[in-house]
């Protein structure tokens, strides 16, 4: 008789504590279903490069493009000669591989467009690369193709309306 009530009160304690877990989990498995706890809404926006190049402010508008303002540190003037974004999240955005001749001087920004459409409504975070290609701004048209380099920076910001 004393072993039938141990096994009953082990089988409550499981199915008390069992009923508790698929609870949790349930509770879990709808904040994850409505996006509560996607780590891409929790992470802060930003639009970096590698040393001598600073994003000062940028914008990805909804259908239209995607704007940088750029300033040059690098301690002379450079001549930014093409430029191109990857998405690499699951929000999809088209950008063109932009062929631009812009010379930003030293200590001075500039501000570059690049026509970008996105497969996604506004307010859902892209997460994308940006390739960058320049010279020297004192080298001719035929050198810098010679002497170009490519800066790879990031962006993770809202699609604004």
Known sequence: MVTKKRAQAA??????????????LVVIGALAYFGVLNPQNLMPEKCTFPMGLYCEDYILREGAAASFRLQNGMGNSINITKISINS???????????????????GES?????PCT??????????????????DAGLSAL??????HTMRGELLTRIEE
């Open 11 to 24: 089988m409550e304690f499981l199915m008390t504590y069992g009923w508790a877990i698929l609870v949790v």
């Open 118 to 135: 996105s497969l996604e409504a506004s307010n859902s975070k892209v997460r994308a690369e940006i390739d960058l290609t320049y010279c």
């Open 110 to 114: 500039e501000i570059i467009t690049v």
């Open 88 to 106: 690499q999240s699951y929000t999809q955005l088209d950008c063109e591989n932009l062929e631009v001749n812009t010379v930003i001087h030293n």
């Open 143 to 148: 050198d810098c193709a010679t002497f170009s």
